[in-house]
């Protein structure tokens, strides 16, 4: 089946492209000792996460507990949490599911680790923590280099617990367009990073892992050799949001949609936001210069599109975030030569607890 | 249960509330001819759409090809798929479909009344069809009277297809804040819709069914007598944007959320851009002052909260749009005097196509 003969909106995947940002970001960390561990998030599929680690990745970051319950499920074996996790009956599920496999997840409070403690305890089961660091992305973490190392020795002293090291995210860089800012900021903040480090080894705390990065600073992570893994995501995709952001990935995934209804300077077409995530921006047409796209639902109004476009008509989107995109539906269609040749569901689509 | 023992983060009905909002939508439809068609993308779940037309409404309306098939599934026997279905496969499953409910559909152009005509007497069944003005909206439908008149002689000329009237949907001015604005571009519309009706009337075309208006211009609507069918379906659950426009509805709908990290001034939760649709603004915490809210995909970063959070705590939020919203879940929990009594599956989510 041709692609554009798909039942739109369908999510797809050019399998070339796909396979190339693979290989980029490979090219990207060679000669580094910078590990990948892929944000699950961006994909959301088990299938690909199998791909990433027989591709070389040392395992998946992921966000929630029920994408963890989703990779656990799908036999992946070492999965870093990249998140709190503060209600105590996830954390007993958390402590279960580490007996299964090898589970690391971030604190940033001192309670929080006694939880964890008891709860793998009681399953007798292991549980890596990294302390999160804020980095300047104002979200959880700690910020003093005393409190990392006040909870660092909390850890340590915990049983059935283990202090692998930091998680320093830097999540506000990620899609800074001009490259040297990008660069300059990210310097500054291994600096800060660096002292940090320093400072707990000077005081007995051995720093083992250091887990941040993302799509945006994969190449200058790779060469400046602090952080120990990488959790880039949306490299594999892309969004229209890293357009002007000169790196080494290409957008290989797209919306086939469908134009629904026409007229002088307008085309409409029936994908919209309950189908393409606009958290970070409109989508771009593929092929097709528009002067405003209007969202509503189910719908994007594009104004005066360069292209004739009639009823009926297939076009291509590149969402403008593809993590929030992925979340809307079921299923990607992978794509070689115009074709689709095969289907993979979106096995942790709707994971958001 | 009680609701704040929910699995996190959750979506939660006050059943109160809920039943509340269906009575004062009776009440502003009383002594009027207009009948209530509640839009089904707001709630997307079958059982919501029982309640509804055991409570007086003559039907549902529905955005989507797969939305329309979940209500036909659901036993729902009359329903208005208020958009234009372009795809011909789609077409051929929406005649099979016409034998089994009684199904509205809106039209803009001959070739798609052609194909609609071609399928239905294929399949043996009778499609009826709206067709769509443009009130204003600049979306889908025709602008002129003539283009109207066309269309619905191509319509009536057309074998297994029946005119039924127009959809003249104005949904640019369902959020207007202003009342006397909503209501003087209220009454400018239906001068306009007046005209088209009478012309219609001139030219031998009998207009029996105008469908449009929504929970924000629904007092107006009731009032007017021009349409014959209201399409609201926020006003059962209502948006945090629909707050300032002194609307007979109140918020229903609401999202349970634990706070996972905390430090001065900020604390985080839970929700984020996954979870809670954004694309109508951020959500509201409840009983909580704000001064800002920073979404990302798995959080919301609250600065300065007005009360002590701490980690563990649940908040209630109320989401900027009620029909994104619902679209992120699976589930809706009915909760009555804080103990959850019911769980709705939400049986049309992610129906996009």
Same mark, same amino acid.
Request: proline content about 2%; some cysteine; hydrophobic content about 40%.
């Given at each position: 089946?041709?692609?554009?003969?798909?039942?739109?909106?369908?999510?797809?995947?050019?399998?070339?492209?796909?396979?190339?940002?693979?290989?980029? *970001?490979?090219?990207?960390?060679?000669?580094?000792?910078?590990?990948?561990?892929?944000?699950?998030?961006?994909?959301?599929?088990?299938?690909?996460?199998?791909?990433?680690?027989?591709?070389?990745?040392?395992? *998946?970051?992921?966000?929630?507990?029920?994408?963890?319950?989703?990779?656990?499920?799908?036999?992946?074996?070492?999965?870093?949490?990249?998140?709190?996790?503060?209600?105590?009956?996830?954390?007993?599920?958390?402590?279960?599911?580490?007996?299964?496999?090898?589970?690391? #997840?971030?604190?940033?409070?001192?309670?929080?680790?006694?939880?964890?403690?008891?709860?793998?305890?009681?399953?007798?089961?292991?549980?890596?923590?990294?302390?999160?660091?804020?980095?300047?992305?104002?979200?959880?973490?700690? #910020?003093?280099?005393?409190?990392?190392?006040?909870?660092?020795?909390?850890?340590?002293?915990?049983?059935?617990?283990?202090?692998?090291?930091?998680?320093?995210?830097?999540?506000?860089?990620?899609?800074?367009?001009?490259?040297?800012?990008?660069?300059?900021?990210?310097?500054?903040?291994?600096?800060?990073?660096?002292?940090?480090?320093?400072?707990?080894?000077?005081?007995?705390?051995?720093?083992?892992?250091?887990?941040?990065?993302?799509?945006?600073?994969?190449?200058?992570?790779?060469?400046?050799?602090?952080?120990?893994?990488?959790?880039?995501? =949306?490299?594999?995709?892309?969004?229209?949001?890293?357009?002007?952001?000169?790196?080494?990935?290409?957008? =290989?995934?797209?919306?086939?949609?469908?134009?629904?209804?026409?007229?002088?300077?307008?085309?409409?077409?029936?994908?919209?936001?309950?189908?393409?995530?606009?958290?970070?921006?409109?989508?771009?047409? #593929?092929?097709?210069?528009?002067?405003?796209?209007?969202?509503?639902?189910?719908?994007?109004?594009?104004?005066?599109?360069?292209?004739?476009?009639?009823?009926?008509?297939?076009?291509?989107?590149?969402?403008?975030?593809?993590?929030?995109?992925?979340?809307?539906?079921?299923?990607?269609?992978?794509?070689?030569?115009?074709?689709?040749?095969?289907?993979?569901?979106?096995?942790?689509?709707?994971?958001?607890?």
């Amino acid at each position: 089946m041709q692609y554009n003969r798909l039942n739109t909106p369908a999510l797809i995947i050019d399998e070339k492209i796909f396979k190339a940002n693979m290989e980029a *970001m490979e090219k990207c960390l060679e000669g580094s000792s910078l590990r990948l561990r892929p944000h699950y998030k961006s994909h959301k599929c088990a299938a690909i996460a199998k791909m990433q680690i027989e591709g070389g990745a040392v395992g *998946m970051t992921c966000a929630k507990m029920s994408e963890l319950e989703d990779l656990v499920d799908a036999g992946v074996e070492d999965i870093l949490l990249a998140n709190q996790v503060a209600d105590k009956r996830k954390i007993a599920r958390l402590a279960q599911l580490a007996l299964d496999s090898h589970i690391t #997840v971030l604190v940033d409070s001192e309670e929080n680790i006694r939880d964890l403690s008891e709860a793998a305890a009681f399953a007798g089961s292991v549980i890596h923590c990294l302390v999160e660091y804020d980095i300047g992305m104002e979200r959880c973490g700690v #910020v003093s280099n005393e409190e990392v190392l006040r909870l660092a020795k909390c850890i340590i002293d915990s049983p059935s617990l283990t202090f692998d090291g930091l998680q320093a995210y830097a999540g506000h860089i990620s899609h800074m367009v001009d490259k040297d800012e990008r660069l300059s900021k990210t310097k500054a903040n291994y600096e800060k990073l660096k002292e940090l480090i320093e400072y707990l080894n000077q005081n007995g705390v051995e720093v083992k892992t250091v887990s941040g990065g993302s799509t945006g600073t994969a190449e200058i992570k790779a060469v400046e050799g602090l952080y120990t893994e990488l959790q880039a995501g =949306s490299y594999l995709f892309m969004d229209n949001t890293y357009r002007d952001l000169e790196l080494p990935f290409k957008n =290989s995934m797209f919306i086939v949609s469908t134009v629904v209804s026409v007229r002088d300077g307008l085309a409409v077409i029936d994908a919209g936001v309950k189908t393409c995530g606009v958290d970070q921006g409109m989508p771009r047409v #593929v092929g097709c210069d528009v002067k405003e796209i209007v969202a509503s639902e189910e719908h994007f109004q594009l104004h005066e599109p360069s292209v004739q476009l009639n009823v009926g008509d297939t076009v291509l989107l590149v969402p403008g975030h593809c993590c929030s995109t992925v979340n809307l539906h079921d299923k990607l269609y992978m794509v070689r030569d115009g074709k689709v040749v095969d289907r993979l569901m979106i096995t942790a689509r709707g994971c958001g607890k």
